[in-house]
């Protein structure tokens, strides 16, 4: 995945996040998951946030995002998990009487950044940032 860039800001920020429907119901097959795969494409669309990968299961989502840095995490998955709910039930009015009103997703989730270097290389990288410095200092 190539830099993307906002302003004066180049970044790369991708996350692996799983989340699942309330009690891990297992109701994401047929129409529900062709639906739910539009809406969450939709909303990351309208946010201006990349869906890499993805992948809607029985009961549960895999999604590979890249997410800007003006946006948290949790405010992404605050809105796609709230506007998805909303979006699903106008679709599906039928599965609020089984569900309860507006209860599509469980309150958590799963997230993970996904790099292209190791904390070792980080911490290296630093390191070596610290020792060109003081090189820098004792040539002026």
């Excluded at 939709?42 to 997410?67: R, T, W």
């Excluded at 998805?84 to 507006?102: I, N, Q, V």
């Amino acid at each position: 995945m190539d830099n993307q860039s906002i302003q004066h800001t180049r970044w790369n920020c991708t996350y692996h996040i799983v989340f699942i429907p309330k009690y891990r119901k297992k109701v994401m097959y047929g129409s529900n998951k062709r639906d739910l795969v539009e809406i969450i494409k939709k909303l990351c669309e309208m946010k201006g946030i990349q869906l890499i990968e993805g992948k809607v299961c029985v009961d549960h989502i895999h999604m590979y995002v890249a997410i800007p840095p003006k946006m948290s995490v949790s405010e992404v998955m605050s809105y796609l998990k709230g506007k998805s709910a909303l979006m699903f039930y106008d679709r599906h009015p039928e599965m609020r009487t089984k569900w309860g009103d507006r209860h599509l997703w469980a309150r958590g989730y799963y997230v993970a950044t996904v790099g292209n270097v190791n904390e070792e290389t980080i911490r290296n990288y630093i390191r070596e940032q610290e020792e060109n410095d003081k090189l820098g200092e004792a040539t002026k």
